[in-house]
C-alpha cells in the first residue's frame, strides 16, 4: 500500500506518491524528448523538447520524492522536502475525506485524496496513493 506499517495502531503511517501515478506524465516526457527527433514537422525543436522533458523529468521528482503524506495519532500531515513546510490538519477538523478517481488512474490502480477541512487553513489533496479506499478507511477509524 505504499505505507510504512508499524506495530502500533497510533503509531504514524507514512504515505507517498505510487510510480504508476506519474504514467500520463511518462508519456509526455516520451513525446517530449522522442518526437521532435523522429518527426521534425512536429513544429517543435528539438532543444525546445529537450527543455520540456527536462522540466517534466524534475516535476516528476519533485512530486514522488518531495513529498510525503503523514496519519498521526492527532491528525493527518502533508510534508514537502523542497522548502521544507508542513500542513496538518487534527481529526476534529477533518469534514470528510473523499478519494478520487479518474479513468486513467482506475486503470492504474491508484487515486487521490482531498481531506476537507472544517476549520481555516485549507483542505489537504494527497496525490497518487496505490489503495486510496484503504488510506480512506485508515483516516475515518482513526478520527472515529
Given at each position: 500500500?505504499?505505507?510504512?506499517?508499524?506495530?502500533?495502531?497510533?503509531?504514524?503511517?507514512?504515505?507517498?506518491?505510487?510510480?504508476?501515478?506519474?504514467?500520463?506524465?511518462?508519456?509526455?516526457?516520451?513525446?517530449?524528448?522522442?518526437?521532435?527527433?523522429?518527426?521534425?514537422?512536429?513544429?517543435?525543436?528539438?532543444?525546445?523538447?529537450?527543455?520540456?522533458?527536462?522540466?517534466?523529468?524534475?516535476?516528476?521528482?519533485?512530486?514522488?520524492?518531495?513529498?510525503?503524506?503523514?496519519?498521526?495519532?492527532?491528525?493527518?500531515?502533508?510534508?514537502?522536502?523542497?522548502?521544507?513546510?508542513?500542513?496538518e490538519i487534527v481529526f476534529?477538523?477533518?469534514?470528510?475525506?473523499?478519494?478520487?478517481?479518474?479513468?486513467?488512474?482506475?486503470?492504474?490502480?491508484?487515486?487521490?485524496?482531498?481531506?476537507?477541512?472544517k476549520a481555516e487553513g485549507?483542505?489537504?489533496?494527497?496525490?497518487?496513493?496505490?489503495?486510496?479506499?484503504?488510506?480512506?478507511?485508515?483516516?475515518?477509524?482513526?478520527?472515529?
Open positions: 500500500m505504499g505505507t510504512d506499517k508499524l506495530a502500533t495502531p497510533e503509531a504514524d503511517q507514512v504515505f507517498r506518491p505510487c510510480g504508476r501515478a506519474f504514467f500520463v506524465y511518462y508519456v509526455a516526457m516520451f513525446l517530449t524528448f522522442v518526437g521532435p527527433r523522429i518527426n521534425p514537422a512536429v513544429g517543435l525543436p528539438v532543444w525546445l523538447g529537450t527543455v520540456l522533458g527536462i522540466i517534466l523529468v524534475a516535476a516528476v521528482v519533485y512530486m514522488k520524492w518531495g513529498q510525503e503524506y503523514r496519519l498521526t495519532s492527532k491528525g493527518v500531515a502533508k510534508v514537502w522536502r523542497w522548502p521544507a513546510r508542513r500542513q476534529k477538523d477533518i469534514e470528510e475525506v473523499f478519494v478520487l478517481k479518474g479513468l486513467t488512474q482506475s486503470m492504474l490502480q491508484v487515486g487521490n485524496l482531498l481531506i476537507k477541512n485549507g483542505d489537504m489533496f494527497w496525490f497518487g496513493l496505490k489503495s486510496p479506499k484503504e488510506v480512506k478507511a485508515l483516516i475515518d477509524a482513526r478520527g472515529a
